[in-house]
């Protein structure tokens, strides 16, 4: 029934149209004139629009930039991302001011030389001088623009990870775990073939770093301590991203990738700042399959007393070797 | 082969080689595919609305897409998302709108009878049309059409147990591009031989349309780049079907545990961006030659800096083979290799930039005629600047971290490449209409239509840079499992609005379209008072173009209100008079 009257409708709004199409033509056959050619009053309708709506669309996003600016992420929670988002003010100030400078100008030039019939153009073909002036002033900025990223990406990459805690982020369809390497700070062996309904991580159960390994659901960091995330993936390309360090990398099967950062506000302090509701969340950003919308990881954000005993109380796999015996 | 020989229908509408004809097949088989794409995405916007539930707007798209409560299932959405993004990149912004406006204007811009091989160009189409047929089948096909995204990166494209979509719907995906490929070699190798080899007397290359040179760097960067897809393609094709391991390594899928041993899933990002980034610029280029066109004729003023334009045209072309990286910061490639890629990235808004200063150039002191065409084409140039510009965030690798693969990403490259190039596709459809059909469309028809679509467009596309700096991935079915989203369900809606209300929009152009090919008011030789060569082709369609000898060429494409002459325009073909300086 619905699509009946979905199908009227169309069929009404068509016939409407082809009505007023022809109206509009024997009008202007009536006024011996040609209904399509563009009149001095079209362009002066034509250029007042351009004008009003040009100038609606850049209140619009102004309007968008007030309404929703609470809903953009809080200030980044790591070191590292503190610089990106110094950067990323820089080039969101400097692509506004184009924006709010080039944009308007389009839509004035297109008002103010609306078309008339007594008026002509201007001949004018070219002129080295301006041209040189607009190529090299964003050739200019665009060299400070370059350098300022190049040296914000260095910091985030090339990190000394020697001191970082290393924890083994792993990822499956459709979902995340982790491992911590123990007490001798140092991840057991791990192989794809091994992988089996109980040994989920393919750890090799064989060799003795793995012993105090502790798989977890869900990744606790101490504040104002480095870490290095190692990524591994089972099945497809995922990518790992926790937006309020300002963290992503993909997991990649057969690839080894990571990412040091080193997280800088509590997640107390951030329930405070951000609401009760508030965590730290790992998403999956690369297309992944079905249920790629729905994976995520809590990381928790502690001081060192907290972050000891709740490591104390995870399992280590020979704990959980034992107890499956 | 000066024209006039029999036809038959057959010769005439189906395996036509008269290059204006096999145009009229890419548009007319491009707004079909467009139709589709835009109705795909009218239904996961609804989806994205209204999470779960079901809508009678699902049933207007062909395909089973909907479970048995009537919603869409998370991987229906996906298998959506794929094909809206397949269709619309490839069939509709490169065959539709290369295919079209390469085909249609070339030969009646340089003045010559037809391509250079008529039946090559016939070819090169109905390989598209095959494409097509296979591409639109695959959505019927079991476990449905192509899923893991239209850069189907492997291993989600190589393994069925990951998604239902790479099964047969991923094979039939696989053939169909291939065949695309093949279209658009033949049709390019045709382009650029036609160019260099068929300019009639005095068109010299200083004097082409910057349409004709745009079209040229086109199907240069497509020759150079698209047999590097089909290669991906082919090993991709080994993988899924002979067991080899190019793009597979370590993998355990459901519980099995996969022979596959040595491949790299990046190898395959790398072969698939070097067409990949080139293929923006395809899209790009034609779209920006058609509105370089359409404002000088419209604003009756040559295009500021005609050899900037073209030096321009050809440095993006050139950059365009060296940024592909830009898209795989986040894979782990070495961090030097990331500087490298932003480096020449960024590199790219600098002729970008000299672009937009001569369009501006161009509209300041003219005598601006607002047809629909030039309506689009300065809202073209909006897009190119508000797209452009985030371009900046995008690029700069240290920024990508907490961008990609957000809505940013989505904002950006619907705005700079999307709008960019449908503006520009419609304003060559409202420009060149009375060139392809002999009438004219109804000019008021195309102010409300493009009216409709520049608020919609933009109602749809700028409010999704919001969404991306809060963080949100793209390609997710839904976001209510994360409280930290909870707060964008009025974008949602925001842009759900627009997106509708700008596909019914869209009604008006397609009535507009048809009702004008057949009872539109009848055209006269030259609309818009032009320069350019086609214009002096009769109204009625004859194969050959010209009736009698082809015409000679004496000044380049835009003497618009040169003091001194008559009138505001100089027909190409019109001699320099005594003392008259050819300026460019």
Excluded at chain 2, 118 to 135: H, Q, R
Excluded at chain 2, 179 to 193: A, K
Excluded at chain 2, 389 to 403: H, M
Aim: glycine share 8%.
């Amino acid at each position: 029934m619905t699509n009946i009257l979905i199908a009227l409708v169309v069929l009404l709004a068509i016939v409407t149209l082809v009505q007023l199409t022809r109206v509009s033509e024997l009008l202007g056959e009536l006024k011996k004139q040609d209904v399509n050619e563009v009149t001095d009053e079209d362009n002066k309708t034509q250029g007042f629009l351009m004008l009003i709506i040009g100038m609606g669309f850049l209140v619009f996003v102004i309007w968008q930039m007030i309404e929703w600016n609470h809903l953009l992420l809080p200030e980044a929670a790591s070191v590292h991302g503190q610089e990106i988002d110094v950067l990323m003010r820089f080039s969101m100030t400097l692509i506004l001011v184009v924006f709010f400078i080039v944009t308007p100008m389009l839509f004035y030039f297109s008002y103010r030389y609306r078309g008339n019939k007594q008026n002509t153009a201007y001949f004018l073909v070219h002129n080295n001088k301006l041209e040189f002036i607009w190529t090299i002033i964003p050739t200019i900025v665009l060299t400070g623009v370059i350098i300022f990223g190049l040296k914000t990406w260095d910091k985030a990459m090339n990190v000394d990870t020697s001191d970082s805690q290393e924890i083994e982020v792993f990822v499956k369809q459709f979902q995340w775990l982790a491992r911590f390497p123990g007490e001798d700070n140092i991840l057991g062996k791990s192989n794809f073939q091994l992988i089996t309904p109980t040994n989920v991580l393919g750890i090799d159960e064989e060799d003795l770093n793995a012993e105090d390994d502790k798989i977890v659901r869900e990744v606790h960091l101490v504040v104002n301590e480095p870490v290095v995330l190692k990524f591994r993936s089972q099945d497809v390309i995922h990518s790992a991203f926790l937006p309020h360090f300002r963290v992503q990398m993909n997991c990649v099967p057969g690839l080894s990738t990571q990412f040091a950062f080193t997280p800088t506000k509590t997640t107390a302090q951030m329930k405070k700042e951000e609401g009760e509701d508030f965590e730290y969340v790992l998403l999956c950003n690369k297309i992944c399959g079905a249920a790629h919308y729905n994976m995520q990881m809590r990381f928790v954000v502690e001081t060192q007393e907290e972050y000891d005993l709740w490591l104390a109380k995870q399992k280590t796999i020979s704990d959980k070797l034992l107890t499956q015996k | 082969m000066s024209g006039h020989h029999n036809e038959t229908f057959i010769t005439k509408y189906i395996f036509s080689q008269d290059h204006k004809m096999i145009a009229k097949q890419f548009l007319i088989t491009g707004m079909i595919m467009a139709i589709l794409g835009m109705l795909m995405s009218a239904v996961f916007r609804v989806q994205l609305a209204n999470p779960g539930e079901s809508s009678i707007l699902y049933n207007l798209l062909p395909g089973g897409w909907v479970n048995e409560l009537g919603a869409l299932s998370p991987d229906k959405y996906l298998a959506l998302v794929t094909m809206h993004g397949t269709i619309l990149v490839f069939w509709v912004l490169t065959a539709g709108l290369s295919g079209t406006f390469a085909n249609f204007l070339i030969p009646l811009q340089i003045g010559a009878r037809d391509m250079a091989s008529g039946f090559l160009n016939m070819l090169s189409y109905w390989f598209f049309f095959i494409a097509t047929v296979i591409l639109v089948w695959s959505i019927y096909v079991e476990g449905g059409p192509a899923s893991g995204g239209w850069t189907i990166y492997p291993p989600l494209s190589a393994l069925p147990q990951a998604i239902p979509g790479s099964g047969t719907g991923m094979t039939l995906w696989l053939i169909s591009i291939t065949l695309f490929v093949v279209g658009s070699l033949l049709g390019g190798l045709n382009y650029i031989v036609t160019i260099l080899n068929l300019r009639t007397k005095g068109m010299s290359m200083q004097r082409l349309p910057l349409t004709v040179w745009a079209l040229l760097v086109t199907a240069i960067l497509g020759v150079l780049s698209f047999p590097v897809l089909l290669s991906c393609g082919l090993l991709l094709v080994f993988d899924r079907s002979f067991g080899t391991s190019f793009y597979l390594s370590d993998i355990v899928v459901n519980g099995e545990v996969l022979h596959h041993l040595g491949g790299s899933p990046i190898l395959f990002e790398h072969l698939f961006w070097f067409l990949g980034h080139p293929e923006v610029y395809i899209i790009l280029l034609p779209a920006l030659g058609i509105i370089s066109e359409v404002i000088s004729v419209n604003a009756r003023k040559p295009i500021f800096g005609y050899k900037a334009m073209v030096a321009s045209i050809l440095v993006i072309g050139f950059l365009s083979f060296i940024v592909w990286g830009h898209h795989m910061f986040m894979t782990g490639m070495n961090p030097f290799l990331g500087s490298v890629f932003t480096f020449t990235t960024l590199l790219i808004a600098i002729p970008s930039a000299v672009k937009v200063f001569n369009y501006l150039a161009t509209l300041w002191r003219a005598n601006i005629r607002f047809t629909p065409a030039m309506l689009f084409a300065i809202a073209g140039v909006s897009a190119f600047i508000t797209g452009g510009l985030t371009g900046l965030i995008l690029g700069d690798s240290a920024l990508d971290i907490n961008v990609h693969d957000t809505y940013f990403v989505v904002g950006h490259f619907h705005i700079v490449m999307g709008l960019s190039a449908i503006y520009g596709m419609l304003a060559g459809v409202y420009h060149w209409f009375p060139k392809m059909y002999g009438k004219m469309m109804n000019k008021n028809l195309g102010y409300v239509h493009f009216w409709g679509t520049f608020i919609c467009a933009y109602g749809v596309f700028f409010p999704m840079h919001f969404l991306g700096l809060a963080g949100l991935p793209r390609r997710y079915y839904e976001n209510t499992a994360f409280p930290m989203f909870d707060g964008l369900t009025d974008i949602n809606s925001i842009i759900t609005f627009f997106a509708l209300s700008g596909a019914v929009v869209q009604v008006i152009f397609l009535f507009n379209f048809i009702y004008s090919i057949f009872k539109g008011t009848k055209t006269v030789q030259n609309p818009w008072k032009s320069n350019t060569l086609e214009w002096t082709t009769p109204i009625e369609r004859i194969h050959g173009n010209w009736p009698g000898d082809l015409p000679s060429v004496h000044r380049w494409a835009y003497d618009y209100s040169k003091p001194g002459a008559e009138e505001d325009f100089i027909l190409q073909t019109v001699p320099l008079k005594e003392g008259e300086k050819e300026e460019h």
